[in-house]
Structures are given as C-alpha cells and as structure tokens.
C-alpha cells in the first residue's frame, strides 16, 4: 500500500500589494496616529549645509504607464561625501541633513518629488572615488523584493566617466538610463521598469 506522503504545495509569492503604503506612510494612507509625520518626509531643514536640489520623477511600467501607486525612497550623502550613519568613520555628517527620504509617488500624476543637496563625492570599497550620486529603492504593486538603482547627475560627466560602478555596465548606451536631465537646482529622474529603456537595477 502506497503513503500518501502529503506533501504541502507551494504557496503563491506575494507582493508588495496596499500594505506598503500603509506600513511606510501610514498618514498618507489616511491612518494618523502612529507618526506625527510620515517618516523620511523632509530632508532638509533651513540649517542644512550644501547646493539646494529638487529631484522629481516617475515609476514608469513596460506599457509606459506611471505607477500611481509606488513606494520611493533616497538614500545618499551630505554635500561633503559623508553618510549620515553610525558605520561612517571618515568624519561626522552635517547634523541637519538626514541623508534618507521616503516619499510615494502621486494618486494622479504618478511623481515623486524629493527636496534634497546635491551629494558630495563617496569612496568606493577600493578607495576610488564615485560619482556624485542618489541611490533609488523602489516598491510597489507588482514587485517581489524591492529594485534599487542609482541616480548620476548629468554636470558631473568627468566624475561619472571615472565611476566604478558605471564604468562596469557593459552594455554602454544603457548608462543613460542612470543619469538625470536638467540642470541645478532640477533634476528629473524616471524610472523604467521594463522596456527599451528600462533602468539598470543593482543587485546589493
């Protein structure tokens, strides 16, 4: 006589679905109550030390469609090259900076929007130096684990020229897809899920 051995099946992988909104910016999802304000909502206060930026953009899908429903978070270093983080040893970021925003894209445009400094130059693990630049997170409906990415600034060509991390993408025409256009104080920034020109993801 066979045993029916039971075996349990496989459940299906879930997304992010709502309850990133509602965990992450719960006053934006309409419950107050569990923050003053949503966290990572302000950057910058009127003490903050550096060049005054805007960066806006938006999620954009493999149909072309902005995501109106998107999670974005930066995270990045103050206008002298230091983090804002307890494993910082090089020096001590400015105190009025916080280094990390949080913002959902918008129910009827699908854009973000961070008021932020232009980020002064990091080293890599080597000792190279990297690129002025913001690093992205993105979550949403539809997305498993959450897509990370870069953001290089179009007035920093020397700089992007010598970056470790662009300089390893293979497929050259596709570093365009990590650099912003405009020009200080505003930078637009979108991001391409799928498609022709889809962003370059990092895999940390």
């Known amino acids: 006589m066979v045993q029916d051995l039971g075996y349990l099946k496989e ?15 719960p006053n934006l999802a309409d419950i107050p109550g569990v923050y003053a304000g949503d966290l990572g909502a302000a950057m910058v206060n009127d003490k903050t030390k550096g060049e005054r930026i805007t960066v806006r953009g938006r999620v954009i899908d493999g149909a072309g469609t902005p995501l109106k429903d998107a999670v974005v978070e930066i995270w990045q270093a103050d206008s002298a090259g230091l983090y804002n983080s307890p494993s910082e040893l090089r020096g001590t970021a ?19 929007v961070f008021e932020t400094v232009k980020p002064g130059r990091v080293p890599f693990k080597d000792g190279r130096r990297m690129a002025p630049h913001i690093t992205f997170w993105i979550a949403a ?3 498993n684990i959450g897509l990370h990415t870069r953001m290089y600034f179009p007035d920093e060509g020397e700089a992007n ?9 293979e497929h050259r025409q596709r570093v365009a897809t990590l650099i912003a256009s405009g020009e200080s104080p505003a930078y637009t920034f979108d991001i391409h899920l799928q498609g022709e020109q889809e962003t370059v993801f990092v895999d940390i």
């Open 11 to 25: 459940t299906p992988s879930q997304t992010a679905g709502p309850y990133v909104h509602i965990g992450l910016i």
């Open 94 to 112: 400015d105190p009025n900076f916080t280094g990390w925003g949080r913002r959902a894209t918008d129910a009827k445009t699908g854009e973000f």
């Open 161 to 169: 020229a010598e970056d470790p991390l662009l300089s390893r993408i």
């Open 141 to 143: 409906r539809g997305i």
